[in-house]
């Protein structure tokens, strides 16, 4: 065994340390569960100057942020032809357009400086940029279709520019432009990368894409194709492809994750944290929805859902758990739904705060997101004996046994709202099945085997001298 400990860069977008969320949580642990090894953060945030909301561990050794925003700024001088030519042909592949080998061509473009300037003084891009619109977009103005290219496909050029750190392996978090450093990382230094994937990244900004109001047709399809690309880059770049359950599994190795680099880890939480929470009698019936007040959780809906609870059960109290300075402008909305439903006084918007004490005394526990993977906030509810009701995404079935009684379509309100009086009626009888639930959370989604299993995977990707 090797004296120098081992170094794992995770990558990171969006997410961890700066925001929380089941992602950032799951991040948190990971590194607090293995001390004996060090982590770099290399993450990927839509903003600069971003405040840090968790407590960094002793183990984290260095930090570097990239912000994704990207200006459009004046050549200097025009890049060699063969730059432009290998700029043209990796984005070309991304979408699908042409099959070059990526690895190659990203190792190529890796570290050149000032791509994302001189690139638009280059007759020769110009010249391709005008043959794809006429090819794929002659409907729209020319200048949407610059636009969309520029402000999809600028960062990856950004990303090309940026510094790799020193690690002796690469662990993104999901694919998209972190994967797409990941995959850089794999083909310049030639170490291991290792991809986990807690939500299909592609499906999920295709869902932002769909609701995008910025965007229309053709360029819809733009960002769409440019997600698939990058998810496929990274199942062929990625040493190892982890996963959380089979239904995500399946979809990987149809874009094309090799089976034999691929395997299914489940989440874990901390069992003994959960578990020791008292159940506390409170008088009236308490609702929880634990997450981010953001679209993808679609809070509107649980709103909706209260409007139709409180009708029914005229006692009851809803409680949204989470941050909510994601995305101020539909927190504000969500707000406003609640005033003009009339319910502002039995509907509460937390902020962030420890889970625990809402899973102490609340009645149900609702999801109604759009998409999910495997939801920690159903592993954490179950280990407290509270019973969850949530829309049919990700892994959801599975956890929740493929019980009806508490699983409804997205965006069903009523079948949602249905379901919660349903154990509001029928306590006791619920009170047994979760019970049952919670014997399956100690016995398969405990933390620390979960995380000892990780720590099992850097040590066989790194190989000697770390491995045994």
Known sequence: MSDRRLRVCLLLEGTYPYVRGG????????????????????????????????????????????????????????PPPETIRAIIALMATLVGDADHEPTALIRSLAGTRDLNKNLYGSRLFWNDLVAQYLRRNPY?????????????????????????????????????YAGFVASMA????????????????HRERAIEVEASEFLRGRHRDEWRELFFGLSRLSYRSADRIITLFDANHKMELAMGAPPDRSVVIPNGIDVPRFSSVPRI???????????????????KTFISVARVVIDAIPE????????????????????QLVQSLGIQGQFEFTGSQDVRDYYSFIHVMVLTSLSEAQPLVILEAYAVGVPVVSTRVGDVPALLDHDARFIAPPKDAQGLAERIINIHHNQEAIEEWVEERKKVVFDVYNRENVFNRYRDEYLQLAGAPWRE
């Open 23 to 78: 992602v950032s949580s799951w991040t948190h642990q990971l590194i607090l569960s293995l001390p004996d090894i060090d982590f770099f953060l290399y993450t990927l945030s839509p903003t600069g100057d971003q405040k840090v909301s968790y407590e960094i561990p002793e183990n984290v050794v260095g930090m570097t942020d990239i912000t994704l925003e990207t200006v459009a700024a004046k050549p200097t001088r025009e």
């Open 140 to 176: 729209y103005p020319f200048s949407e279709f610059f636009w969309t290219w520029f402000n999809s496909r600028a960062i990856l050029l950004k990303l090309l520019e940026s510094e790799i750190p020193s690690a002796d392996i690469y662990h993104s978090l999901c694919t998209g």
């Open 186 to 201: 794999r083909a310049t230094t030639g170490k291991p990368y290792m991809l986990t994937e807690h939500g299909i990244y």
């Open 281 to 299: 009698k409170r008088s009236g019936f308490h609702v929880g929805l634990v997450g981010r007040v953001v679209p993808i959780k679609d809070i």
């Open 316 to 335: 009851a109290t809803f409680y949204c758990v989470g941050p909510t300075e994601e995305d101020e402008a539909y927190y504000e909305e969500c707000k």
